[in-house]
């Protein structure tokens, strides 16, 4: 679910260009790096934001140095993590949403209003 809600979309946009993201205690002890680069990633100035002078800035990170990005590019590093599956159509990897969907409406999720929004898509 969203980090926080509000009646319009417009309350929404704000409270994301202006509330500070918080990041949790023990990620920040314990993946200060990832840490670095969300903030890096996610700063409100696009001309100071990560990645804004090109890909390669992204790929120079410290975070980084140790991929290969040529190898990447040609499909050469091996994944991983190659999930199982029992079929093509096989969800088994996949958090079942629609069990967490009762669970979300007792906090508040959409009304049948706002379902009504959604009608057609």
Known sequence: ???FKRRTVNE???LILHSNVVYPQDMQT???EVVSLCKAL????????????GVQEIQAYPL?????????????VPPP???????????????????L???????GGLT???????VGF
Request: aromatic share 14%; glycine share 6%.
């Open 1 to 3: 679910h969203v980090p």
């Open 12 to 14: 929404l946009y704000n």
């Open 30 to 32: 314990k993946c200060p």
């Open 42 to 53: 996610l700063t409100l100035s696009p001309q100071r934001r990560l990645g804004s002078k």
């Open 64 to 76: 980084f140095k140790a991929y290969s990005w040529e190898q990447l590019e040609r499909c050469r």
């Open 81 to 99: 993590f190659v999930p199982s599956y029992n079929s093509p159509g096989d969800t088994g990897n996949f958090i079942n949403y629609s069990a």
């Open 101 to 107: 969907a009762s669970e979300d409406d007792s906090e």
């Open 112 to 118: 049948g209003t706002d379902n009504d929004l959604f």
